[in-house]
């Protein structure tokens, strides 16, 4: 089992970024996007469930980033707008079969990507 992530970059304050994740070798029921800066701990950051398309995101990026995807091909994309030097960080693909309490958690999710790196110059 395979996540293959793209799309991360260099990007002014206020741009935007699109980062793509696709899975190989395997079904899941929920897609994520978690994200880790220096010093500090792994952070949710989106989610999207397959059963019914339920998307869920973290408090620090709700209503600037958006998470899509593609349940036929196990793919899903996140939209990042209005990005902030705060947003600086390595971007984490996840998919796994979580529970509705663990959507949000690090624990809900068995496959990871390599990590994309993102940052936001200000």
């Known amino acids: 089992v395979q996540l293959e992530e793209s799309g991360g970059g260099l990007v002014q304050a206020g741009g935007s970024l699109r980062l793509s994740c696709a899975a190989s070798?395997?079904?899941?029921?929920?897609m994520a996007w978690f994200r880790q800066a220096p010093g500090k701990e792994r952070e949710f950051v989106a989610a999207?469930?397959?059963?019914?398309?339920?998307?869920y995101y973290g408090d620090s990026v709700k209503g600037r980033f958006s998470i899509s995807g593609d349940k036929t091909i196990s793919a899903i994309n996140l939209q990042m707008n209005n990005l902030k030097p705060e947003d600086n960080a390595v971007y984490y693909c996840?998919?796994?079969?979580?529970?509705?309490?663990?959507?949000?958690?690090?624990?809900?999710?068995?496959?990871w990507g390599q990590g994309t790196q993102v940052t936001v110059s200000s």
């Open positions: 999207i469930r397959w059963n019914g398309g339920h998307t």
């Open positions: 996840a998919a796994g079969r979580p529970i509705l309490s663990s959507i949000g958690s690090i624990r809900g999710y068995t496959t």
């Open positions: 070798g395997s079904t899941f029921g929920a």
